[in-house]
């Protein structure tokens, strides 16, 4: 097939479009011999950056590291976006080895491109190396609000969510401006440390056109929930007029947490059937589990058309709690009759 893909592409004068380019790259990487090289080569050498982008935003990690070892790529500031970016998208053990070895090997002019060592700290951040890249934000000169909001994520990540505060001052004194991610991201490190008063002086900080858009808006009741504030958090969820998924599973979410598993039950019913996704019926069954729900958890599995693994584990949870441990093994069963094995 990759041959005849091959055929086609020489033999025809196709329009070269993202899908183009993906179905002959797919090739290309499928036949590792001189002549998908060079097509390979050919083509990407004169494909629009915008194309070689969307190598990486189509979630195509593994092909773009496959073409980067497959075939002599030119290494320039795109190319090492683009595999850094990869590789921090898999964050396996062969994307480690080829994302360090990339990073170790760069030259220097490209270590103060302020693009590349933004991927390059994400990179590393994902690969939980936390070290080496706040070696690569120290190294960074030229640092923008993509760099700070890139480290302070990469601390959410890997439970280091206090340093964001610190990044946050140095922002200050660097006069650089935090933007509706730096926020969104400040205020995820605040769910993470439960801390109120960490809480309440972020959100003193926020400025009043950013802190009432609806993802803001959203990503507090979050917060609060994990802080165990659902006054304040239910205080958010009806300053919103148009509420959308992540709200709804947002306030769901905040009940189930804090035992509240009525309430969260009550708002899941509320919510309008086109809003509801696997998240919404994760969280109100948890809400459930956490409250010995089970009858009411039972109604709602019952209710859910199609059962992802990870709503059938929750279900599996609830059960397990109050030790109807028959009734969980069947569901285990049921599952196993047409998926793979189960694992607790």
Known sequence: MFEKALDLFEQIQLKLDNVTYI????????????????????LLDKMPEDYRKDVVVNKMFEKALDLFEQIQLKLDNVTYIIVFNACAGLANDRAIKIGQKLL??????????????????????????????ERIFRLNKTKDIITYNAIMNGYNLNDESSKCFKILEEMSHEDIVPNEITWNILIGACSQIGMIHRCEYIIDRIPLNIQNKRQIQNSLIDMWGKCGSVEKAQ?????????????????????????????????????PNHLRDEASHICVLNGCSHSGLVHEARNIFDEITFKTEKIITIMIDSLSRLFLFDEAQKLIDNYEKTNKPYLI
Request: proline content about 2%; aromatic content about 8%.
């Open 23 to 42: 179905i002959v790259f797919n090739a290309c990487a499928g036949l590792p011999n001189d002549r998908a090289i060079k097509i390979g080569q050919k």
């Open 235 to 271: 205080i958010a969820f009806k300053s919103i007029d148009d509420r959308d998924t992540v709200t709804y599973n947002a306030m769901i979410n905040a009940f189930g947490l804090n035992g509240m598993g009525s309430e969260a039950i009550q708002l899941y019913k509320q919510m």
């Open 104 to 133: 170790d090997k760069m030259p220097e002019d490209y270590r103060k491109d302020v693009v590349v060592l933004n991927s390059a700290m994400h990179m590393s951040m994902k690969f939980g190396d936390i070290q080496n890249a």
